[in-house]
């Protein structure tokens, strides 16, 4: 199989669908005009499990998921949040897929050539795995593995 063959396929058989679209923002309630613009229904959000972070979920017209993020501490300088806005402004963070199996999906990846990083599969209820930027033409990949009925 040729390479370009290989990435036609890629994580293919493994990808549920696309998940969400995540952007990086100062502060969740000031970013609410962009909701605003865009038609979002707040559905989901609150404070990740590590405490660092709030994050926000917007049901969009038509499907599809906007999340939004931002650090707890915004004077935190080596916050992930605060890093990335201070060297590239807000806006896109990641792109989510939702897969079936997030040791195999990372596996994959890896084997295709991307850079894998931050594999967790320690929470039944949220597995990820990244694709580093510099692999995916810019763009920070999330590979997330969760039940049907998470949200």
């Known amino acids: 199989m040729t390479m370009d063959a290989e990435l036609t396929v890629g994580l293919g058989p493994l990808v549920e669908r696309f998940d969400h679209v995540s952007m990086a923002v100062r502060d969740i309630e000031a970013a609410s005009g962009f909701v605003a613009l865009v038609a979002g229904e707040r559905f989901d959000g609150g404070l990740n499990a590590g405490g660092d972070f709030h994050w926000a979920q917007f049901h969009l017209p038509g499907g599809g998921t906007l999340e939004m993020i931002s650090a707890v501490d915004k004077d935190d300088p080596s916050h992930f949040i605060n890093r990335f806005i201070d060297e590239r402004g807000e806006g896109l963070h990641h792109l989510t897929f939702k897969v ?30 990244f694709v580093h930027p510099k692999s995916a033409n810019g763009v920070l990949v999330q590979l997330a593995e969760f039940p049907h009925d998470f949200h």
Do not use: C, Q
Not at 106 to 129: C, I, Q, Y
């Open 100 to 129: 079936t199996d997030i040791r195999a999906a990372a596996a994959a990846a890896t084997e295709l050539g991307f850079v894998v990083f931050g594999l967790d599969d320690s929470d039944p209820m949220w597995k990820e795995a």
